[in-house]
T-cell receptor, first 115, second 109 residues
Framework: DAMVIQNPRYQVTQFGKPVTLSCSQTLNHNVMYWYQQKSSQAPKLLFHYYDKDFNNEADTPDNFQSRRPNTSFCFLDIRSPGLGDAAMYLC??????????????FGPGTRLTVL | DAKTTQPNSMESNEEEPVHLPCNHSTISGTDYIHWYRQLPSQGPEYVIHGLTSNVNNRMASLAIAEDRKSSTLILHRATLRDAAVYYCILSHRDDKIIFGKGTRLHILP
Protein backbone atom coordinates (compact mmCIF):
# COMPACT_ATOMS: atom_id res chain seq x y z
CA ASP A 1 0.00 0.00 0.00
CA ALA A 2 1.14 3.51 -0.76
CA MET A 3 2.02 5.25 2.44
CA VAL A 4 4.11 7.65 4.50
CA ILE A 5 6.83 5.94 6.48
CA GLN A 6 8.77 7.39 9.37
CA ASN A 7 11.88 5.93 10.89
CA PRO A 8 12.59 5.38 13.61
CA ARG A 9 9.31 5.35 15.54
CA TYR A 10 11.16 6.17 18.75
CA GLN A 11 14.39 8.13 19.00
CA VAL A 12 16.39 8.94 22.09
CA THR A 13 19.13 11.54 21.95
CA GLN A 14 21.22 13.49 24.40
CA PHE A 15 20.95 17.17 25.11
CA GLY A 16 22.88 19.01 22.39
CA LYS A 17 23.60 15.92 20.26
CA PRO A 18 22.43 16.34 16.66
CA VAL A 19 19.67 14.03 15.54
CA THR A 20 18.06 13.28 12.18
CA LEU A 21 14.54 11.97 11.64
CA SER A 22 13.57 10.35 8.37
CA CYS A 23 10.43 10.28 6.29
CA SER A 24 9.71 8.50 3.02
CA GLN A 25 6.63 8.30 0.87
CA THR A 26 5.41 6.01 -1.89
CA LEU A 27 2.58 8.34 -2.93
CA ASN A 28 4.72 10.40 -5.32
CA HIS A 29 3.27 13.56 -3.80
CA ASN A 30 4.77 16.96 -4.52
CA VAL A 31 4.49 18.39 -1.03
CA MET A 32 6.07 17.11 2.18
CA TYR A 33 5.57 18.60 5.63
CA TRP A 34 7.11 18.34 9.08
CA TYR A 35 5.01 18.97 12.16
CA GLN A 36 5.95 19.04 15.83
CA GLN A 37 3.39 17.81 18.34
CA LYS A 38 3.98 18.18 22.05
CA SER A 39 1.99 16.32 24.62
CA SER A 40 -1.74 17.19 24.62
CA GLN A 41 -1.24 19.85 21.95
CA ALA A 42 -2.23 20.10 18.30
CA PRO A 43 0.36 19.46 15.58
CA LYS A 44 2.37 22.59 14.76
CA LEU A 45 3.74 23.06 11.25
CA LEU A 46 7.52 23.56 11.18
CA PHE A 47 8.14 23.74 7.43
CA HIS A 48 7.20 22.18 4.13
CA TYR A 49 8.62 21.48 0.71
CA TYR A 50 6.67 22.15 -2.43
CA ASP A 51 8.74 19.95 -4.73
CA LYS A 52 12.22 21.35 -4.09
CA ASP A 53 11.07 24.71 -2.78
CA PHE A 54 11.56 24.99 0.97
CA ASN A 55 9.03 26.97 3.01
CA ASN A 56 9.88 27.72 6.62
CA GLU A 57 7.26 28.82 9.15
CA ALA A 58 8.14 32.18 10.70
CA ASP A 59 8.32 30.86 14.25
CA THR A 60 10.31 27.68 13.55
CA PRO A 61 13.57 27.83 15.53
CA ASP A 62 16.85 27.92 13.58
CA ASN A 63 17.80 24.73 15.41
CA PHE A 64 15.48 22.86 13.04
CA GLN A 65 16.57 22.21 9.48
CA SER A 66 15.24 20.02 6.69
CA ARG A 67 16.49 18.33 3.56
CA ARG A 68 14.61 16.79 0.67
CA PRO A 69 17.11 15.02 -1.61
CA ASN A 70 14.42 13.58 -3.88
CA THR A 71 10.65 13.27 -4.20
CA SER A 72 10.42 10.28 -1.91
CA PHE A 73 12.55 11.29 1.06
CA CYS A 74 12.59 14.16 3.52
CA PHE A 75 14.72 14.60 6.64
CA LEU A 76 14.35 16.67 9.76
CA ASP A 77 17.63 17.68 11.38
CA ILE A 78 17.74 19.04 14.91
CA ARG A 79 21.18 20.54 15.32
CA SER A 80 21.33 20.89 19.09
CA PRO A 81 18.29 19.33 20.74
CA GLY A 82 17.10 20.86 23.98
CA LEU A 83 14.77 19.37 26.54
CA GLY A 84 11.96 21.46 25.05
CA ASP A 85 12.35 19.69 21.71
CA ALA A 86 11.06 16.42 23.10
CA ALA A 87 7.91 15.77 21.10
CA MET A 88 6.25 13.68 18.44
CA TYR A 89 7.44 14.66 14.97
CA LEU A 90 4.99 14.03 12.19
CA CYS A 91 5.70 13.86 8.49
CA UNK A 92 2.90 14.41 6.01
CA UNK A 93 2.44 14.64 2.26
CA UNK A 94 -0.08 16.13 -0.10
CA UNK A 95 -0.49 15.73 -3.80
CA UNK A 96 -0.48 19.34 -4.91
CA UNK A 97 -0.63 22.16 -2.43
CA UNK A 98 -2.07 20.97 0.86
CA UNK A 99 -4.71 23.66 0.63
CA UNK A 100 -8.16 23.91 -0.82
CA UNK A 101 -9.53 20.48 -1.60
CA UNK A 102 -6.18 18.75 -1.33
CA UNK A 103 -5.76 16.40 1.64
CA UNK A 104 -2.74 15.46 3.71
CA UNK A 105 -1.48 11.98 4.46
CA PHE A 106 0.40 11.55 7.71
CA GLY A 107 3.00 9.09 8.85
CA PRO A 108 2.83 7.42 12.26
CA GLY A 109 5.28 9.88 13.77
CA THR A 110 8.64 9.65 15.53
CA ARG A 111 8.63 10.23 19.25
CA LEU A 112 11.81 12.04 20.27
CA THR A 113 13.13 11.88 23.80
CA VAL A 114 15.93 14.22 24.86
CA LEU A 115 17.98 13.16 27.89
CA ASP B 1 -5.68 32.12 9.16
CA ALA B 2 -9.39 31.41 9.33
CA LYS B 3 -10.36 30.19 12.78
CA THR B 4 -12.54 27.33 13.95
CA THR B 5 -14.14 26.75 17.34
CA GLN B 6 -14.82 23.27 18.67
CA PRO B 7 -15.84 21.90 22.07
CA ASN B 8 -12.85 20.62 24.03
CA SER B 9 -14.40 17.22 24.61
CA MET B 10 -17.50 15.15 23.99
CA GLU B 11 -18.81 11.79 25.09
CA SER B 12 -20.98 9.34 23.25
CA ASN B 13 -22.22 5.83 23.76
CA GLU B 14 -20.99 3.03 21.60
CA GLU B 15 -23.17 2.19 18.59
CA GLU B 16 -24.94 5.54 18.72
CA PRO B 17 -24.55 8.44 16.27
CA VAL B 18 -22.16 11.24 17.17
CA HIS B 19 -22.48 14.84 16.02
CA LEU B 20 -19.30 16.88 16.35
CA PRO B 21 -19.90 20.62 15.88
CA CYS B 22 -17.54 23.23 14.47
CA ASN B 23 -18.05 26.97 14.20
CA HIS B 24 -16.21 28.97 11.58
CA SER B 25 -17.95 32.33 11.37
CA THR B 26 -15.08 34.02 9.49
CA ILE B 27 -14.98 31.47 6.69
CA SER B 28 -14.33 32.88 3.24
CA GLY B 29 -16.05 31.78 0.06
CA THR B 30 -13.11 29.67 -1.11
CA ASP B 31 -12.27 27.97 2.20
CA TYR B 32 -12.77 24.22 2.26
CA ILE B 33 -13.86 22.59 5.51
CA HIS B 34 -11.69 19.61 6.40
CA TRP B 35 -11.93 17.13 9.24
CA TYR B 36 -9.02 15.05 10.43
CA ARG B 37 -8.82 12.78 13.42
CA GLN B 38 -5.93 11.54 15.49
CA LEU B 39 -6.17 8.21 17.25
CA PRO B 40 -3.99 7.71 20.35
CA SER B 41 -0.27 7.43 19.52
CA GLN B 42 -0.89 7.77 15.77
CA GLY B 43 -0.55 10.47 13.15
CA PRO B 44 -3.66 12.39 12.09
CA GLU B 45 -5.79 10.86 9.37
CA TYR B 46 -8.10 12.50 6.90
CA VAL B 47 -11.80 12.00 7.52
CA ILE B 48 -13.78 14.15 5.11
CA HIS B 49 -13.94 17.56 3.50
CA GLY B 50 -16.44 19.78 1.72
CA LEU B 51 -17.04 23.24 0.33
CA THR B 52 -20.78 23.99 0.27
CA SER B 53 -22.76 20.78 -0.07
CA ASN B 54 -23.13 18.00 2.45
CA VAL B 55 -20.72 15.13 1.88
CA ASN B 56 -20.76 11.44 2.70
CA ASN B 57 -18.01 8.85 2.64
CA ARG B 58 -17.38 5.48 4.23
CA MET B 59 -16.09 7.04 7.43
CA ALA B 60 -18.52 9.86 8.13
CA SER B 61 -20.87 12.54 6.87
CA LEU B 62 -20.26 16.27 6.80
CA ALA B 63 -23.23 18.61 7.17
CA ILE B 64 -22.49 22.22 6.21
CA ALA B 65 -24.80 25.04 7.26
CA GLU B 66 -26.36 27.05 4.48
CA ASP B 67 -24.40 30.17 5.47
CA ARG B 68 -21.25 28.00 5.87
CA LYS B 69 -20.53 29.49 9.27
CA SER B 70 -20.76 26.12 10.96
CA SER B 71 -20.51 22.46 10.13
CA THR B 72 -21.10 19.10 11.82
CA LEU B 73 -19.17 15.88 11.46
CA ILE B 74 -21.49 12.91 11.85
CA LEU B 75 -20.30 9.46 12.81
CA HIS B 76 -23.32 7.30 12.17
CA ARG B 77 -22.55 4.50 14.57
CA ALA B 78 -19.67 5.13 16.93
CA THR B 79 -17.36 2.32 17.95
CA LEU B 80 -14.63 2.27 20.57
CA ARG B 81 -12.12 2.68 17.76
CA ASP B 82 -13.58 6.10 16.97
CA ALA B 83 -12.23 7.51 20.23
CA ALA B 84 -9.83 10.20 19.03
CA VAL B 85 -9.19 13.92 18.77
CA TYR B 86 -11.20 15.37 15.88
CA TYR B 87 -9.89 18.50 14.17
CA CYS B 88 -12.03 20.84 12.09
CA ILE B 89 -9.81 22.88 9.77
CA LEU B 90 -10.41 25.55 7.14
CA SER B 91 -8.21 25.32 4.12
CA HIS B 92 -7.75 27.96 1.46
CA ARG B 93 -6.34 27.16 -1.96
CA ASP B 94 -2.52 27.00 -1.97
CA ASP B 95 -2.48 27.39 1.78
CA LYS B 96 -1.30 24.92 4.35
CA ILE B 97 -3.66 23.57 6.99
CA ILE B 98 -3.37 24.81 10.55
CA PHE B 99 -4.57 22.54 13.35
CA GLY B 100 -6.66 23.97 16.18
CA LYS B 101 -7.17 22.30 19.54
CA GLY B 102 -9.82 19.87 18.29
CA THR B 103 -12.47 17.89 20.16
CA ARG B 104 -11.49 14.87 22.19
CA LEU B 105 -14.20 12.26 21.64
CA HIS B 106 -14.74 9.64 24.33
CA ILE B 107 -16.80 6.57 23.48
CA LEU B 108 -18.51 4.82 26.36
CA PRO B 109 -19.01 1.06 26.04
Amino acid sequence: DAMVIQNPRYQVTQFGKPVTLSCSQTLNHNVMYWYQQKSSQAPKLLFHYYDKDFNNEADTPDNFQSRRPNTSFCFLDIRSPGLGDAAMYLCATSRVSGGGSDTQYFGPGTRLTVL
Amino acid sequence: DAKTTQPNSMESNEEEPVHLPCNHSTISGTDYIHWYRQLPSQGPEYVIHGLTSNVNNRMASLAIAEDRKSSTLILHRATLRDAAVYYCILSHRDDKIIFGKGTRLHILP
